[in-house]
C-alpha cells in the first residue's frame, strides 16, 4: 500500500455542490479542486488488482476490470472499513467489505448486497463516491471533483494527447513535501545551480550555465501566459538572461570559485536553449522540452513532462514521462526501448533525483507555522517564473481542496 504515515485518519471524499471559485494559491496546500490529475502508471494496476493511493488527502481504491480501471473512495458505506486493509472480492465487477460483508459495485459504488439483510432498504441507495477516470498514453488519469469533468485535454501540459506523440512513463515516486515546493521551481532556471555536477550533463558533456541572471527588473518579464481555450499555465522560452558559468567570491580573506561542469568556450553549447520550452500548466504538470542536447542520438527531440500530484500536506507524487514525435509503429518501439533502457535512468538516477533533495530539503521550512507562501520568503526579480506560476494558478484554479469536515 501506497500510504504516507502521517497522512490524517479520515480522508474522505467531499462533496462540495457550491459554484466553482478559485481559490488562493496559499490555501491551496492540498492541491486544486476539479481538476484531472494522474493517479498512477497504467502498468501499476493489472487485471483484477486493487491499489489504493491517496490522492489530494482522499483514500481511493482501484480496480482494473476487463482493461478497464475503475475507482471508488476507499471507506465501506456501512462502519467505515478501509477496504484496502484486506481487499475482499467474490466477482471481477464488485468488491466486498471484509468486516460484515456489505458488496459494491466497483463500476459505479452501488451497495448491491448485505449478506445479513437481502432486504436491506439500503441497497440500491447507498453509494461510494465513484470517480471518473480515463486511461490515457500509459497513465491512469482520475477526476477529484464534483462539476462535469471538463476535457482532459484542458489539464495536461500541450500535445502530450497529441496522436503521434509516443509517450513512455517510467517513473513514480512519492516525495516528502507539498506539491508546491516542486510547483514553484518546477524548470525554474535559477535551479539549474543544484544540477551542475549531475550525471546527465556529464554525460550530454554540456555546458549548462551555473545560474542565469534576469536582464531586467520586472520579474514577470520572458513569461508568456496561457490563458486562450486548453490548458492555462504559462510558457518560459529561456532566452531573456544572462548566463553564468562561473562565480567567484571572497569570505574571510579566502577565495572561492564556483564553475558549471565544462567551459563553454571548450565546448560548443549543445543544449536546445534556442527552442526548448518549459510550460507549466494547472494542476500541476510540465512539459519541457526539446529537451536536452541537439537532436538525434543524444536525445535531444524528446519532450520531458512531469507531474506533482498531491497526496497530502505534506507530500506530493512525482510523476515522470517521456515522449517524441513517431511516424510508425517502429520509432515508437524505437522510443520505447531507448527510453525505457537510456534515457529512464539518465533522467531519473542523472537529474531528476536532484529535484527531489532539493524539494523535500525545502519541505521542513514551508510546513513550518507562520512560514506560509510569502510570508518569510525573500523573493526577488530573479524568482519570476515563482510568481507567474502563483498568478496563474491562484487566478485558473477550478476550487480549493479541503478536508472532509474542514472549513471551505
Ligand atoms: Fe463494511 Fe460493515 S464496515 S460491512
Ligand atoms: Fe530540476
Redesign the pocket.
Known amino acids: 500500500m501506497n500510504k504516507p504515515a502521517d497522512v490524517a485518519a479520515s480522508n474522505r471524499p467531499l462533496s462540495n455542490t457550491k459554484p466553482v471559485k478559485p481559490c488562493a494559491y496559499e490555501e491551496a496546500d492540498l492541491g486544486f479542486r476539479n481538476h484531472w490529475y494522474p493517479a498512477m502508471l497504467s502498468s501499476h494496476i493489472r487485471e483484477t488488482e486493487f491499489k489504493t493511493l491517496t490522492i489530494l488527502g482522499e483514500d481511493i481504491l482501484f480496480k482494473r476490470v476487463d482493461g478497464i480501471v475503475y475507482a471508488v473512495h476507499d471507506e465501506c458505506a456501512h462502519r467505515g472499513f478501509q477496504f484496502s486493509a484486506k481487499p475482499e472480492s467474490h466477482t471481477k465487477n464488485t468488491v466486498t467489505c471484509y468486516f460484515h460483508g456489505f458488496t459494491y459495485n466497483i463500476k459505479n459504488g452501488e451497495l448491491i448486497g448485505v449478506p445479513s439483510d437481502p432486504s436491506s432498504k439500503l441497497v440500491g441507495k447507498v453509494k461510494l463516491h465513484s470517480y471518473p477516470i480515463q486511461e490515457a498514453k500509459g497513465l491512469i488519469f482520475i477526476f477529484i471533483g464534483d462539476i462535469e469533468p471538463p476535457p482532459l485535454s484542458d489539464d495536461v501540459p500541450p500535445a502530450f494527447l497529441d496522436d503521434t506523440m509516443h509517450i513512455v512513463p517510467f517513473h513514480q515516486e512519492d516525495v516528502h513535501a507539498n506539491w508546491r515546493v516542486a510547483a514553484d ?1 518546477a ?1 525554474e532556471f535559477n ?2 545551480f ?2 551542475k555536477d549531475d550525471l546527465l550533463i556529464k554525460y550530454w558533456k554540456q555546458p549548462l550555465p551555473l545560474v542565469e541572471m534576469p536582464k531586467g527588473d520586472n520579474p514577470y518579464e520572458g513569461y508568456v501566459p496561457l490563458e486562450g481555450p486548453g490548458p492555462k499555465g504559462f510558457k518560459d522560452v529561456f532566452r531573456e538572461v544572462i548566463p553564468v558559468f562561473e562565480y567567484q567570491f571572497e569570505c574571510e580573506g579566502e577565495k572561492g570559485v564556483i564553475r558549471s561542469a565544462f567551459d563553454p568556450k571548450e565546448h560548443q553549447g549543445t543544449m536546445n536553449l534556442g527552442v526548448m520550452e518549459g510550460i507549466l500548466v494547472l494542476p500541476c504538470g510540465l512539459r519541457i522540452g526539446p529537451w536536452g542536447a541537439n537532436p538525434g542520438e543524444m536525445g535531444g527531440d524528446y519532450y520531458h513532462y512531469e507531474w506533482y500530484v498531491p497526496i497530502d500536506e505534506t507530500h506530493h507524487r512525482y510523476i515522470i514521462a517521456w515522449g517524441k514525435y513517431v511516424a510508425n509503429a517502429a520509432e515508437a518501439l524505437k522510443v520505447e526501448h531507448d527510453v525505457r533502457t537510456r534515457w529512464s535512468y539518465l533522467e531519473y538516477e542523472g ?2 533525483k ?2 527531489v533533495l ?1 524539494n523535500e530539503g525545502t519541505q521542513r521550512a514551508y510546513s513550518a507555522p507562520g512560514y506560509a507562501f510569502g510570508e518569510k520568503e525573500n523573493l526577488s526579480r530573479i524568482d519570476g517564473y515563482c510568481l507567474m506560476w502563483r498568478r496563474m494558478a491562484a487566478k485558473h484554479n477550478r476550487g480549493r481542496q479541503v478536508r472532509y469536515g474542514g472549513k471551505k
Request: aromatic share 10%.
Open positions: 521551481s524548470s535551479h539549474v543544484m544540477h537529474f531528476n536532484s529535484d532539493a
